[in-house]
């Protein structure tokens, strides 16, 4: 459910370094770019889903990522999780309730170097009309040197929030409150 975070977020994660221009526009690989959540109860899984349609408007300063700025929005009718009737219940007013609030958003706040390939940023991550902070991991997994020539920079980020924080669910507990989030993809310029 942390969607719009994780795609968009990670996309910064090429901020990390090396000698490069100012900030710079990049955008997420849809194509190859994953946003999935992972739901527990008492530690087994119990319900995976992802979202097929989102966008992100990314910023990204190699030389300094303090100076950075993602911005991420989720289609929240996208979600799939493996049947119609799983599609439909989280789609559902007790969870989403896409049809009030069809989007879901991740705006950055802060990005920080917490390692030559990797970084924290911490933002605010909008659904259901309610915002909240978080704070997305992110690790760059190729050669950024040459992303910046044009090559596409693969990524993976995590992060988590907790349903109530969002109204998400509840009257539900059949899962944990905690919602972890995947996303593997790549940036591009």
Known sequence: MQYSFAPALALSAMLFAGPASAQTAWKLDRSSTELSFVTHR???VVATGKFGRFDGALGLDFDHPEKSRIRVTIDTGSVTAGSSLMDGFIKGESMLDTARFPNASFTSTSVTRTSDRSLDIKGNLTIRSITQPITVSVTVDGDIERAKRGDKLPFS????????AFEIGRDV?????????????QVMR
């Open 42 to 44: 008492f530690g087994a």
């Open 157 to 164: 980020a995590s992060g988590s929030f907790l349903r109530p």
């Open 173 to 185: 507990n059949v899962v944990d409150d905690k919602v972890d989030l995947v996303i593997k993809g």
